[in-house]
């Protein structure tokens, strides 16, 4: 489907709508805060659909386990929407089909339909956050896996013995390789002790500014980074890997690091050849662009229930 599609990324504090042309522009942008309790999220949704105005399809962008049928099985991030059919209730509301999906998946099929993974049969787009969002492309289909559940890379677990994760597990890949891990590794190194309000883009900062302490630090956190996208590329054989998020933007610091550790790495790395490491071309609107184009790449529905 084409034509004049909409996608609203529904975050922690803000949910943003776009409304994208034929040529996968963006042509218009509203923002709502994200509101309260699940009756009044659906208000707040519906009222971002009548500002979009006319269009060709409706896509969410939901964080949490989303199932294959549009229902938030849980959410850190919208803690009333426990088992709650967001597309079906503002579907009913609005009175037209809505297309459902997680927004790191949302965020990675952006990429890979316009952006930095265009083109690609095989492809996994890492967004580097708070936490890690990921999104999975194999033989040309975004991976959904059975429940809906596929794609959750931040809580692979890359260390039994390391730090909790607000999952609880220990060790989880995100502990270490998200802006959050990168404030852990250079607190663990004694860096910026003072420092209660640190942000990973501080350490790269320093890091930039030549601050030798943090280039170890930084180095070090690219290794982490490098250890999961190995994982991944061991799992998935990925063409290219398209690593999205403030830390990406922060530029070549990390990502020469990253690239240098995950050569080392990756299983045989002599004898095939290495995905492609490239950084999003989409920045905060990624969800939402990637929202707008779930029409076109929904795969069939789960209806009989399998899985539930
Ligand atoms: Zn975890």
Known sequence: MSGRRAGIDVGGTKCVAVVIDDDLRVVAEH????PHGTDALIDGLADLVERVGRCDSIGLGVPGLITRDGVIRASPNLSS????PVGRRLSDRIGRFVHVENDATCA???EWRAGAATG?????????GTGIGGGLVSEGRVVRGANGFAGEIGHMIVDPTGPRCPCGQHGCWERFASGTGLVFLAQRAGLFADRSDLRGEDVTTAAIGGDDAARVVLDEFGKWVALGLANLTNALDPEVIVIGGGLAASGDAVIESVRRWFAELLY?????????????RHGPLAGAIGAALLSEVANEPLSDGTGH
């Open 120 to 128: 690609a049969r095989h492809a996994v787009v890492v967004t580097l």
């Open 268 to 280: 045989s790395p002599g004898l095939r050849p290495h995905p492609r490491i490239d950084i999003a």
């Open 108 to 110: 990675a099929i952006a």
């Open 31 to 34: 923002r709502i805060a994200t």
């Open 81 to 84: 929407a426990i088992d709650f």
